[in-house]
């Protein structure tokens, strides 16, 4: 049974900083794709940043590129995501996800996500 679990989230003002942390247990895969999706309700689920941690490649949403850093350990199946510099548009609730990577920058889209964390709440007050 694959768990996936968040931490980390809270509130912050603007301009503030968090980390949100991830572990995924039972899911050893040497070659996977991690990383972070928020969902605002009535908006669209975005994919904020993912990283294939096998050779460090990482992909970021155009809206946090430069604030943002996602990092990852293919050996202790954690995934954090560094967050500086937040805007009140940062709030969401964030989602920790993990899958196989099926190719060539298939962790750049969404295709690989099989598995999802309950979500840690990010809330920036302006």
């Known amino acids: 049974q694959v768990n996936v679990v968040e931490s980390g989230g809270g509130s912050v003002q603007a301009g503030g900083s968090l980390t949100l942390s991830c572990l995924v247990s039972?899911?050893?895969?040497?070659?996977?794709?991690m990383g972070w999706f928020r969902q605002v309700p009535g908006k669209e689920r975005e994919r904020v940043a993912t990283?294939?941690?096998?050779?460090?490649?990482?992909y970021y949403m155009d809206s946090v590129k430069g604030r943002f850093r996602i990092s990852g350990d293919n050996a202790k199946n954690t995934v954090s995501l560094q967050m500086k510099n937040l805007k009140p548009e940062d709030s969401g609730m964030y989602y920790c996800?993990?899958?196989?990577?099926?190719?060539?920058?298939?962790?750049?889209?969404?295709?690989?996500?099989?598995?999802w964390g309950q979500g840690t709440q990010v809330t920036v007050s302006s």
């Open positions: 039972g899911y050893d895969a040497s070659r996977k794709c």
């Open positions: 996800v993990a899958g196989p990577h099926l190719g060539a920058g298939s962790c750049s889209g969404d295709g690989f996500v099989r598995f």
């Open positions: 990283i294939y941690p096998f050779l460090a490649l990482t």
